[in-house]
């Protein structure tokens, strides 16, 4: 979602059981970004929520796909990482391979991906979109909210 025409999302997640993947990369945004994922899924009332770490945004969609086929498979999987552009194409692959990947899991598996990956052109955009102090956007709380109101949203199909 972007922060321009964005809905104003509420939802009850009562009773949901959430997994949130998260890169290591960047830690002071993941982390911001993690910390906007708990505090929606607080708000939204959800209270089984687990925390998985993973290397780089690279990552996300294995650990995802692993998360949704597990016996134990939560109701929706948040995805979180950032990807700064650099000088090399590294930054189109990474983002491609991130962003299919995820979008592979929810579909094959019907499981809701919140995706929380930002792909920036530099770090200012990134602190811009962390939810931290002072930023402009929360893609951490953004992205845990379409989850649950996906999960919502299905729940009659």
Known sequence: MSKEGSPTIEIDGAGLRVVIVTAS???KITTALLEG???????AN??????????????LSVAAARI????????AIVALGVVIRGGTP???????????????VALETGIPVGFG???CDDEQQALERSGMPGSSED?????????????????DW
């Open 68 to 75: 949704a086929r597990s016996e134990h498979a939560p109701d």
């Open 25 to 27: 990369w960047h830690e």
């Open 139 to 155: 893609k951490g709380a953004e992205a845990a909210q379409a989850a649950i109101a996906t999960v919502r949203a299905l729940a």
């Open 117 to 119: 990956l930002l792909t």
């Open 90 to 104: 590294h930054f189109d692959f990474v983002c491609t391979a991130a962003t299919d990947g995820l979008n592979r």
């Open 37 to 43: 994922t708990q505090r929606a899924l607080a708000e």
């Open 46 to 59: 959800v209270t089984d929520v687990e925390v998985v770490r993973v290397p780089g945004s690279f990552e």
